[in-house]
């Protein structure tokens, strides 16, 4: 069974830094594309970032300039640099990937989430 362990997230005041970090791990055959959502309370999950196996990297209008996105295909990981944090990002943020496994085939993927808390 595939489980992505995802970590580094914490409480932060506003214009530090968090970097999130996020692991796959099992029979796992093909990384298709992997990327951070996040959830604010009330509101809808929403894309954060992600890049494809072709390393196409696509960030939301309000996170772009202050987030990186990057992989490390040889750990099956995927990483979040936040920078410049603000009050609104408060969320909790969770990974997602698709990926091919060696027994199932392709699949979709979540992990449990983790908070990200920003305090003025």
């Known amino acids: 069974q595939v489980q992505l362990v995802e970590s580094g997230g914490g409480l932060v005041q506003a214009g530090g830094s968090l970097r999130l970090s996020c692991a796959a791990s099992?029979?796992?055959?093909?990384?298709?594309?992997m990327g951070w959502y996040r959830q604010a309370p009330g509101k809808q999950r929403e894309l954060v970032a992600l890049?494809?196996?072709?390393?196409?990297?696509n960030y939301a209008s309000s996170v772009k300039g202050r987030f990186t996105i990057s992989r490390d295909n040889a750990k099956n990981s995927v990483y979040l640099q936040m920078n410049s944090l603000k009050p609104e990002d408060t969320a909790v943020y969770y990974c997602?990937?698709?990926?091919?496994?060696?027994?199932?085939?392709?699949?979709?993927?979540w992990g449990q989430g983790t908070q990200v808390t920003v305090s003025s």
């Open positions: 890049i494809t196996t072709d390393s196409r990297i």
């Open positions: 997602n990937a698709h990926l091919t496994t060696i027994n199932l085939g392709a699949g979709e993927y």
């Open positions: 099992g029979s796992i055959f093909r990384i298709n594309g």
